[in-house]
């Protein structure tokens, strides 16, 4: 998500922070890329390993799942590096007064966020995972139109 963020921040004109325990950092690659555009939308990027700074005055903040498909063989290693990145009230109240909190969802509470946070007002995490179902949907609309036997013979 991190990736797909930094590149949309980036070009929409975002100042992006990420913060993450060093060995989980962005790809180098995708932040250069995004350091490359920055300077046209005048955006300021930063990683780093101390979430009190990724936060610090933040208008959004955003948090991933610590566990995705794939990694589960790492997980007591996961969960342990990214212990202090919790968000919880206390993170949060180093962002600006009415930010908001936002997750992509699956969450793991108790990991990534606290309840206390996701279950709170400034939480937009249902009305996100309902944005995205209706992107999905015009997603599979569009490929299924393009594919379509009629689409091919030109109807």
């Given at each position: 998500m991190a990736h797909s963020l930094v590149l949309g921040c980036t070009i929409l004109g975002i100042n992006f922070n990420c913060a993450a325990p060093k060995g989980y950092w962005m790809n180098s690659e995708i932040v250069s890329k995004a350091k490359q555009l920055a300077p046209t939308t005048g955006v300021k990027i930063m990683q780093t390993d101390k979430p009190q700074d990724g936060v610090k005055n933040a208008d959004i903040v955003y948090t991933d799942t610590w566990i995705s498909m794939g990694d589960e063989s790492e997980r007591n290693k996961r969960l342990k590096a990214f212990m202090n990145y919790q968000v919880d009230q206390e993170l949060m109240s180093l962002a600006k007064p009415d930010a908001i909190?936002?997750?992509?969802?699956?969450?793991?509470?108790?990991?990534?966020?606290?309840?206390?946070?996701?279950?709170?007002?400034?939480?937009?995490?249902?009305?996100?995972?309902?944005n995205r179902l209706h992107v999905q949907k015009a997603l599979l609309w569009w490929l299924i139109k393009e594919k379509s036997p009629a689409k091919r013979q030109g109807i």
């Open positions: 909190f936002m997750h992509d969802m699956p969450v793991s509470r108790g990991n990534e966020v606290t309840a206390e946070v996701i279950d709170s007002p400034y939480s937009v995490v249902f009305e996100q995972a309902e």
